[in-house]
């Protein structure tokens, strides 16, 4: 089955306490993508891979990296979070630019 | 940053009626996209369109590109109760670059009473 698959689902963390939210992707799209969804702020675009070893910031970028060593995976690395990080988290991916994208299921980060 | 303008923010209907709801803009965009999100998960892409004035369907869901570029329409007929969820609309333009960003709604929250 097609699908992006995001790890952990649900993640209660501290401040300042390093991690990895993975992102694999089983349709060898050469394009992906985090966003973080917020109420009244709706989805917003951190950092984004257009092939391996190519990524660039999105609009929110600040307290987050993000790596392409392989095509399948697209890892969000929060190295010190903080309560402002307090999210819903999607990645995603996509064969080319059209905008046609496959969401994962989300990743739902409390920073307390 | 910038979004669009997505209305309404939230219908409650009958099952059984249409819905109609839209994105519009003040900029040009060359590709307008619905999704739709149910509680739990992630967003799910419904209609695609590329074409200024294009009408596309799938299934009871029907959208429109809007001529001047700057619009479009999901309308849903005979609702049902699996229709409920957060319909998102958004817009890409291609800029010089890589990254054709889609500009997101702040989308519309659609509950059906059965």
């Known amino acids: 089955e097609a699908q992006v698959t995001q790890n952990p689902r649900y993640l209660i963390t501290v401040t300042g306490k390093k991690l990895t939210v993975t992102c694999s992707q089983n349709m060898n799209h050469e394009y992906m993508s985090w966003y973080r969804q917020d109420p009244g702020l709706g989805l917003r675009q951190i950092y984004y891979?257009?092939?391996?070893?190519?990524?660039d910031k999105g609009d929110v970028p600040e307290g987050y990296k993000v790596s392409r060593k392989e095509k399948r995976n697209f890892p969000l690395i929060l190295e010190s979070p903080s309560p402002n990080q307090t999210s819903l988290y999607f990645c995603a991916s996509s064969p080319d630019t059209t905008g046609e994208l496959f969401f994962g299921e989300g990743s739902r980060l409390t920073v307390l | 940053g910038q979004q669009l303008n997505q209305s309404p923010q939230s219908m409650f209907i009958q099952e059984g009626e249409d819905v109609s709801m839209n994105c519009t803009s003040s900029s040009i965009f060359n590709t307008w996209l619905w999704y739709k999100q149910e509680p739990g998960e992630g967003p799910v892409l419904l209609i695609a369109?590329?074409?200024a004035g294009e009408l596309t369907s799938n299934g009871r869901l029907t959208a429109q590109f809007g001529i001047t570029r700057k619009d479009s329409f999901l309308n849903i007929s005979a609702s049902i109760p699996s229709d409920v969820g957060i319909y998102f609309c958004a817009g890409q333009r291609y800029p010089v670059g890589n990254n054709r960003k889609l500009i997101w709604g702040l989308g519309t929250s659609l509950a059906v009473n059965p």
């Open positions: 369109l590329y074409k």
């Open positions: 891979s257009m092939n391996v070893e190519v990524t």
